[in-house]
């Protein structure tokens, strides 16, 4: 059995970038969860014990957005990725989902964003 807990839209102000001005300017960075695990005890429980704090989750998101920079959105997430299930060895899966959505790139696109699958 596989259940999901999802978290979408974590928003964090960080200075990641290949470019000089991303790390001297910040930028908004938004990130989206996607966690396997099962969930049968606490469906049927209702203890916080039985499951993963979602507000822990969306704490370590934004501590890694907004915490030491990288050059690469790719390694963002799978920092957050790797954080997480570390963590957290009851998920069977975790999908990270770093969205940049004012990446410098000469075409107009609405977002960019990588996912990571650990």
């Keep these: 059995m596989s259940d999901v807990i999802s978290l979408t839209g974590i928003w964090g102000f960080g200075y990641h970038g290949v470019f000089d001005h991303e790390a001297k300017n910040g930028q908004d960075f938004f990130v989206d969860l996607e966690i396997h695990l099962d969930l049968s005890r606490a469906s049927v ?6 499951t993963i704090d979602y507000g822990a989750l969306a704490d370590i998101v934004v501590e890694e957005i907004t915490g030491e920079r990288v050059q690469l ?7 957050i990725a790797d954080r997480i299930k570390s ?23 609405s977002d960019i964003s990588v996912t990571i699958t650990r």
């Design 87 to 109: 963590g957290h060895p009851e998920i069977s899966n975790i999908a990270v989902t770093v969205h940049k959505p004012k990446a410098p790139i000469s075409a107009q696109a």
């Design 73 to 79: 959105i790719e390694r963002l997430a799978g920092r």
């Design 45 to 50: 429980g209702d203890d916080l014990a039985d």
